[in-house]
């Protein structure tokens, strides 16, 4: 995956930049609230359809304005590709790849992977589940993309089961579903779980290389426990009289989470210092685009937001060894307020572009121009 160029209308207080980009490294510097984020914000919503720095749409668009729009040229696996987003205060979205309409939201996440590090991103083990199952589902989907036709069959399935269960329907009638559910869940599951299996010894190592002394590790909860080992087509049936109590199923791929565990049996999230857990999500996030790079599709943007924000002086330094060593084909962003820590990374680079951002308004410079 690769942005050559993107254009900006009416997105928060930018300027409509157009801007044309580095294939490897690309430093967005200038002040607090100048608008780097928002630049970064883009690029996450061409391949997301939304925001990462908030769920309100209207928040992005700009005061003045009714709507923002996003038009860039990208390549995706080798092939040249025109796409556009808008999206209107009252949430309506218009998508075009290519001059044609497009409907679903996951042919952007298709089109354009985007990984992402930023301080909203930090909480992850602090959040209920679904931010953490939201993230195991980003990267299972971009290694095998039939978990998503898995996912909304079971979904669906899991809908016509609650409604039943509502209605009070007897057992009978809700077991005929049952069967069908229990072999999307476990085809689901295995995908999480394979996923899993490649991420984690990439996880323990950056861990190790952050964190040092701990013994950190995943752990995937399907969404059911299965004690008695009977499998989930007994769940259901000894959870049934519950279930129609709650008007819900209790046992479900949708109550997943993806666990972060030191050793073996503690919720890292309850003995890691707030620090800590900052460089915990940063050693999963930068596995997990390990993993695609080595097993998915393509390799996606990877957007760095705020460095000096979050992390130390040592651990930013360990952060741009890693990004030195990045393959040839991986297109970065990074944001800061200061450039003098970036200057070792950004000498390991032929390829780099620079832009300063102030009041929104964003221009390219040299990197002689930058006095690194």
Known sequence: MLVNQLSIHNLRNLDNPSLSFSSHLNIIYGPNAAGKSSLLEALYILGN??????TKH???????????????????????????????????????????????????????????????????????????????DWGVFHVEHSVLSLWQKCHKILLQRNQLLKRQSPYKDISIWDKQLVTLSEQVTQLRQAYCDKITPLFRQYCQDFLGQYDLSLQLYPGWSDRKDIG??????????????????????????????????????????????????????????????????QTPLFLLDDIGAELDAHHQQQLLNVLANQ??????FIT?????????????????????VEHGHIKEVSVDAAAL
């Open 49 to 54: 359809g939304r925001s990462f720095r908030t």
């Open 58 to 136: 209207n928040k992005v668009i700009n005061d003045e304005y009714n709507d923002f729009t996003i038009f860039a040229k990208l390549e995706s696996s080798g092939i040249r590709h025109q796409l556009g987003f808008s999206r209107q205060r009252n949430g309506e979205t218009a998508i075009k790849l290519n001059s044609e309409p497009v409907k679903r939201l996951s042919t952007l996440a298709k089109l354009s992977p985007v990984q992402i590090l930023s301080p909203e991103q930090y909480d992850l083990l602090v959040k209920g589940p679904s931010s953490r199952r939201k993230q195991l």
């Open 232 to 297: 989930l087509q007994q769940i259901y049936s000894e959870q049934f009289e519950k279930d129609k109590q709650l008007g819900y199923t209790q046992s479900s791929i949708h109550k997943a989470d993806l666990k972060f565990v030191l050793d073996q049996t503690k919720r890292a999230g309850d003995y890691l210092s707030r620090g800590q857990q900052k460089l915990l999500i940063t050693a999963f996030k930068l596995a997990q685009l390990k993993v695609m790079q080595e097993y998915g599709r």
């Open 327 to 332: 393959p040839p084909n991986q297109q970065t």
């Open 336 to 356: 800061c307020v200061h450039l003098e820590p970036l200057k070792p990374l950004i000498e390991q680079y032929d390829d780099v572009k620079m832009f300063h």
